[in-house]
């Protein structure tokens, strides 16, 4: 599976309010509207910055705070392919692989906002097309990426009737 688009770089410890603002948590339930104020807090026009395919690129423990799924499901409906980052908050990588929205991890040092990325995940490698490098990924478990391609958990299950790896 190859994934491509642009990286849009944040740093250390961007907390689920800092990717959904909390006066947006309850008021709207659609997800396509909740991704129009994806880090806004951080960066007021991102959402307008993004292009489906893009990836989200971060530093140590992206996603700490709160564990509600509205963090990474405004992600998977603003179009973001995957986030990758130096680690995840623990509750935040489990709600993202439930809803199937992929989180890569792998160090983000070399990789600067705007950087056009090609991520292979069967070579386990991203390959940043400015600078003309690669950095490898920490690979996902094969049940994961089964998770994945099926669109989340809950389809998952409906498609296998349970687990099926």
Same mark, same amino acid.
């Given at each position: 599976m190859?994934?491509? *688009? %642009? +990286?849009?770089?944040? $740093?250390?410890?961007?907390?689920?309010?800092y =990717?959904?603002?909390g &006066?947006y948590? #309850?008021?709207i339930q659609?997800?396509n509207?909740?991704?129009?104020h994806?880090m @806004?807090?951080?960066?007021p026009?991102f959402?307008k910055?993004?292009k489906?395919g893009d #990836? =989200?690129? /971060? *530093? &140590?423990?992206f *996603?700490c705070g709160?564990?509600? @799924?509205?963090?990474?499901?405004?992600?998977?409906h603003a !179009?973001v &392919? +995957?986030?990758l980052a130096k680690? #995840? /908050?623990r509750?935040?990588? &489990?709600?993202?692989?439930n809803? $199937?929205?992929?989180?890569?991890?792998c160090?983000?040092? /070399?990789?600067?906002? !705007?950087?056009?990325?090609v991520?292979n995940?069967? @070579? !386990?490698?991203?390959y940043n097309? =400015?600078?003309?490098?690669?950095?490898?990924?920490r690979?996902?478990p094969d049940f994961?990426?089964?998770i994945?391609?099926? $669109? !989340?958990?809950?389809?998952h299950? %409906?498609k296998?009737?349970g687990?099926?790896f």
């Amino acid at each position: 599976m190859k994934l491509q *688009g %642009k +990286a849009h770089k944040f $740093g250390d410890n961007v907390n689920t309010d800092y =990717i959904i603002s909390g &006066r947006y948590k #309850f008021k709207i339930q659609d997800p396509n509207e909740l991704a129009k104020h994806l880090m @806004e807090d951080l960066e007021p026009d991102f959402y307008k910055k993004i292009k489906k395919g893009d #990836f =989200i690129v /971060a *530093g &140590r423990n992206f *996603g700490c705070g709160s564990s509600r @799924e509205q963090a990474p499901l405004a992600i998977k409906h603003a !179009g973001v &392919r +995957a986030v990758l980052a130096k680690s #995840f /908050a623990r509750i935040f990588f &489990r709600n993202s692989i439930n809803i $199937g929205l992929m989180l890569l991890e792998c160090d983000t040092d /070399a990789i600067s906002d !705007g950087d056009y990325l090609v991520v292979n995940i069967k @070579e !386990g490698l991203v390959y940043n097309k =400015i600078k003309n490098t690669k950095i490898s990924i920490r690979p996902l478990p094969d049940f994961m990426l089964k998770i994945l391609k099926d $669109g !989340g958990l809950v389809s998952h299950f %409906k498609k296998h009737k349970g687990f099926k790896f």
